[in-house]
């Protein structure tokens, strides 16, 4: 199967997954159930725009073990199959500063 990308937004610092978000642990779950072998890595993430280093680094902790743990206790995911890592505010993957509150969660 093809690896399934999907980012997971979050508002200003905010660590619990809105409902329109929630959509996108359906389908990286879905994915895993269909993939038996298949693992997800999930990295958090913080915008560098608000906050500071100390106050990011704990919400990207949190936004990638949100998902870990949604994943584990909704939809029955092994925890061994689910890793995570957190980049705090050192990392920007989007230009737009507002979209780098996220988990970006790869499963292949």
Do not use: W
Not at 40 to 63: F, M, P, Q, W, Y
Not at 72 to 77: A, E, F, L, S
Not at 78 to 88: H, L, N
């Amino acid at each position: 199967a093809e690896p399934l990308r999907r980012e997971i937004f979050f508002t200003i610092r905010a660590t619990q997954i809105s409902k329109d978000e929630m959509v996108k642990v359906e389908d990286i779950a879905n994915f895993l159930k269909a993939n038996p072998n298949a693992k997800v890595v999930i990295t958090g993430h913080a915008d560098k725009g608000t906050g500071n280093a100390t106050i990011n680094k704990n919400l990207s902790e949190k936004r990638a073990k949100i998902v870990a743990d949604t994943l584990v206790k909704k939809y029955g995911i092994a925890e061994s199959r689910i890793s995570y890592d957190s980049k705090g505010d050192t990392e920007q993957p989007f230009a737009e500063n507002d979209k780098n509150r996220v988990s970006i969660c790869i499963a292949k």
